[in-house]
């Protein structure tokens, strides 16, 4: 039996989810189109990283050619001229690797050059670079070190051309995480163990089903829990959850009044205990604060790894579509006023300067989580100095739902989720997300990249556009939807 380097890096996380990935893969959820997408964004971020080595060679066998592979990688190791290898393929001890660079630092030495989109080092890491110095080494490889390669998130783009030495961060991995060969060998001798078995080993779920990452087989070992169940309560701990199943306590309506629980999550009870909503007194009078005109706001962004624009650096954020509704005063109908960028040039001032114009002489800005819209704005503000005046108007405007809602209402529909998506369809019944195509931020990102893709067709675009439009438009008139839902919710007594 011969295993991967992901595959090991797998059984570091769980040994279950190796030996799913081994003997019943059919049991994972299939690959999402926003896992592809961070797939593919690790990818162009590993071409770029190539370009910091002149001279070197990409191995192009594919996976499913590996001995192809090996023997090319052998053949390129032979030859001095080549001075780094990419997708270096080594096997050893039935476990095969493919190295992102093998950098050759002398005639028979070399380095090993793990590249990562993050920007930063992770425990996990140390993993990925192990098992690749254990089998190197066990194929005669004689490597002179090693290096984590990741994003700088201090690197400011030009606008122009990437500096690769700034681009990236090349370090050793950090002492504090790194793992021994013994430590690897025995995690080996473990995972072929464990894949001899007959049936799976028996791990109950955990922290490993979403940390380092969210396990494929998460949906498999986690099925849907019914609406009522304690660990639905907004916040609770790991430890408590655990705590009350211990005690034989599944639902919400079974936990004791002496449980030790926070002021929310006591709401929470008490929401579901009575099968109504909780509302606080001081409800009417967070909303009396509201002025008029009133713009309901929300912004929709992508953060790709590698800047795009100047001044941007990697992961910040690129704001390519905002959606207002606007009601002008009390019992008006409101207007929808929207901006989308429909092509790749860069969407910052025509963002900013449509948005000025929308939210224009309003005395309340609406935003569901402000940190969100207002980390934006500081961001623009950085890139585009001559809108200060109108973003400090904007932000001093800004009036969050968000936290008014968490210290005002509990819904037993929000299921212990304060998002928009929990807390809309609950306070306005008929509204919400999930019948729409572009249901989400992270797929509204991806239809905009296809949206801006010179490949996609006049019909396709027009298509994406309508969607991305409806669902940036669904944020905020349900932003206004909810105020006018808790305007008319009964006025709860004082306490
Ligand atoms: S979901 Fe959790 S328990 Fe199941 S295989 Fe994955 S990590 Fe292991």
Redesign the pocket.
Known sequence: MRISKSKFVAGV??L??LY?EVHQPELAAGSTEAAEAVMEQGQQVGLEAQKAFPGGVLVTADHEHLGDAIRATRELLGNSQVLAIFEATFEYGGVLVRADILERRSRSKYRLVEVKSSTAPKPHYAFDIGIQKHVLSGAGIHLEGTRLMHLNRNYVFDGQKYDLSRLFVAAEIPKEHAVSDAEISNRLDDQFRILGQPSPPD????R??TDPVE?E??N???PGLPSDHVSLLPGIRTEKVDDLLASGVMSIHQIPDAFPLSTTQGRAVEAMKSGKPWISAELAGELSTLRYPICFMDFETIFPALPRFAGMRPYDHIPFQWSVHRQERAEAPVKRYDYLAENASDPRAPFLESLCQAVQGAGSIVVYNEVFESARLDELVQWLPEYRPQITRIKSAMWDLLPVIRRNVYHPAFGGSYSLKAVLPALVPGMGFKDLAVAEGIQAGIAWGRLIDPATNAEQKAQLKQELLVYCAQDTLGLARIIEALRKLPRAPAR
Request: glycine share 6%; aromatic share 18%; proline share 6%.
């Open positions: 996380q769980c279950k989810r799913f791990v109950k779920p955990g490993q089903c396990c087989f998460y498999h070992c986690n």
